[in-house]
């Protein structure tokens, strides 16, 4: 009986993973993704994208160059529903250098060709792949 109350108490500090932060691919029915990051819990950072798609179709957003996800902006110029949106956590992380130095590195060696992100060049790729591939080990470790 001790046993299993000890395991219920350290399962209670468990947090689940749409409550956390890091790197996420959000995935339209056609298969265009878009990678972004978050330090707020992934779960906010979603409805944040839906809720852009939904003021626009509520007519409280009549520019969508003026909403601010690219994903959201794809999703209604397509005229797509959100709600068949997939949401992917590719790593969970709440430290800032870390986050930045891997979404570049998702996006810049991402060579899908339905990628939304705006592909930025990373030149420092190099100097940081033996930092990368020790963090994203770490992270599959963690993971599993």
């Excluded at 957003?61 to 110029?77: A, E, G, Q």
């Amino acid at each position: 009986m001790l046993l299993i109350a000890l395991w219920k108490l350290s399962r209670s500090d468990v947090v689940p993973d749409y409550k956390q932060s890091g790197i996420y691919c959000l995935t339209t029915p056609t298969k265009h993704k878009y990678i972004g990051r978050t330090f707020r819990k992934f779960e906010t950072r979603f409805d944040e994208h839906k809720n852009e798609v939904k003021k626009f179709l509520k007519g409280k957003t009549l520019d969508v160059d003026n909403i601010k996800s690219s994903y959201s902006r794809f999703i209604i110029d397509q005229n797509m529903n959100f709600s068949e949106t997939k949401f992917d956590i590719l790593m969970k992380n709440n430290s800032k250098d870390i986050i930045d130095i891997i979404e570049k590195y998702y996006v810049s060696s991402n060579k899908d060709i339905y990628l939304l992100n705006i592909i930025t060049s990373f030149p420092e790729l190099n100097l940081y792949n033996e930092k990368i591939n020790k963090i994203l080990k770490i992270t599959d470790e963690g993971n599993n």
